[in-house]
């Protein structure tokens, strides 16, 4: 191999400004698939969770081979809630494509993404996706894109960066803003002739570092890693490293892999500046570096920025437990914790005082809801808290977590949009019209301002606002937030739901379940139209007595419940309520069941 073999590109962008659907564009002209393969839309998000949000959640590698060289790609996510894989792939790149859309340019996620990949140094490619829709501004989009770099801190070699335009859907780029149609091959060229090839040391001593960790059934333990010294071969033993704790006495490297398209291709050496995966170690861990035996030599520690949202998972102690859950008990629950934070270094699991309760801290509400869906769906059965924001202190003052956010609405909502986030101690930094329709308004806000605010911003819109944010600086306890102004309907029996008694308590509130569900005491049915909690009958059937009725009887006509996503259950409960989990199941429900005894506390606390 020659020097000039080896790309590594990291695609970063905004959600939904169209990073998958390029790859697929770019398999399709590299010929990495058969001309007669069925092939499903957005290739690379194989997780389930990942096609149902229409999201990038785990970050993916793929290699492409052009003109006899072979490019690495990493697909990173573009949520800013999943920006721990971000910062740790961002070590196997040597430079980044910056994918920005033509319509919304860039937005808070693009600033952090960005900002990570100047902080390692990397050289950055820009390509204006969607040039093809009729609202696309892309000369102001490129204005924006180079206002950004400014900001951010770009020396004068990152701030002369190449541009290209196209359209990912529709597998064309074009070096011209106005030329349509075509392939991906300025694309190629682009990336061929702009990003650097890898310093390659074949000689030194071996320096392999694990970015990136899954698992096999077959084979165990995976890690995906770069390889920045010397030579990976299959069958060495090599020592494990670590910067914080003693290395390894020696491991065994029994399985070597190399990405070529989609599939891991087996090989016998994996050389520097590439990328490489290895299988079988079961002690390897992500940030650890393989170094010779005689010379172990641990790279730095991979570091991401702190958590900000925490939250407790606890065991489900409802009258329902263990119903339908495969594993329900604390062994189970940590186990499975312990095993998403040792792939996911943006995760920390931390005891509580109690054995059946235990502390998540993640960067948002999306990143410690995917952990809870994938939980639920493997089996497991329990109950998680409001989430809470980290704070920390800074030069002796008690500082919080602010969030910049940005809002896209049409011009009419803007007025309440601004009045709502302002009430949740929003501070408004800018506003501009981005098209005849939409108005982009960005805000620094509390990150606890933020939670519950998306399902309020739609109401507020019509449906209509797209709420984007990401993590912008620590600063002083902005004050009190508004909490939810409605109190809940909770159930004062257990039983199934009936149509008679939900229809006779229908203007107390909306109902979160239908006739003929389960519920038991201290249960959250509904939402009630006033401030306080009001336990009610759901259960109550009409008494039948022998005396015939002036009339016949009126027949019931219920609204349908309103029913919630995990995210939304998540942001809506309070202090003294829980969200219990189940395969099946989402439920709202009081900490303490007890209906006296919640007043018993309620009378101590005054």
Known sequence: MTERDVRNLAIVAHVDHGKTTLVDSMFRFAGTFRSNQDVAERVLDSDAQERERGITILAKNTAIDFRGVRINIVDTPGHADFGGQVERTLLMADAVLLLVDAHEGPMPQTRFVLKKAFEHGLRALVMINKVDRPDQRAHQVLDEVFDLFVELGAHDEQLDFPVVYGSGRDGWVATDPDERGGDVKPLFEMILREVPAP???????????????????????????????????????????????????????????????????????????????????????????????????????????????????????????????????????????????????????????????????????????????????????????????????????????????????????????????????????????????????????????????????????????????????????GGRIPRRTCGVLVADRAGPTVPYALAGLADRGDFFVGPGEEVYSGMIVGENNKDNDLPVNVCRTKKLTNMRAAGRDDNVNLAPPRLMSLEQALEYIEEDELLEVTPESLRLRKRVLDADQRKKMARASR
């Open 199 to 477: 310093p390659r040391d074949d000689a030194g001593p071996l320096q392999f570092q694990a970015a990136t960790l899954d698992h096999d059934d077959f084979v165990g333990r995976v890690g995906v890693g770069r390889v920045f010294r010397g030579v990976l071969r299959r069958g060495e033993r090599v020592a494990l490293c670590h910067p914080d704790r003693e290395s390894s006495p020696g491991v065994l490297v029994k399985t070597l892999y190399r990405y070529e398209g989609l599939a891991r291709t087996p090989v016998e050496e994996v050389r520097a500046g590439d990328i490489a995966v290895v299988a079988g170690i079961d002690e390897l861990s992500i940030g650890d570096t393989l170094s010779p035996l005689d010379a172990p030599d641990p790279r730095p520690a991979i570091r991401v920025d702190e958590p900000t949202i925490s939250m407790v998972f606890h065991v489900n102690d409802s009258p329902f437990s263990g119903r339908e859950g495969r594993y329900v008990t604390s062994r189970h629950i940590l186990a499975r914790l312990e095993r998403s934070a040792l792939r996911d270094v943006a995760l920390e699991v931390v005891p509580t005082g109690t054995a059946d309760a235990y502390e998540v801290k993640g960067r948002g509400v999306m990143h410690l809801g995917v952990l809870v869906e994938n939980m639920r769906r493997e089996g497991y059965e329990f109950a998680v808290g409001k989430p809470h924001v980290i704070t920390k202190e800074v030069d002796g003052v008690r500082c919080e977590p602010y969030e910049r956010a940005s809002v896209e609405v049409p011009p009419d909502a803007s007025g309440r949009i601004i009045d709502y986030l302002g009430r949740r101690r929003g501070e408004m930094l800018q506003m501009e019209p981005i098209g005849p329709n939409q108005t982009k308004i960005e805000f620094s806000i509390p990150a606890r301002g933020l939670i519950g605010a998306r399902t309020a911003l739609l109401t507020l819109s019509q449906g209509e606002a797209i709420l984007s944010h990401v993590f912008h600086e620590w600063r002083r306890d």
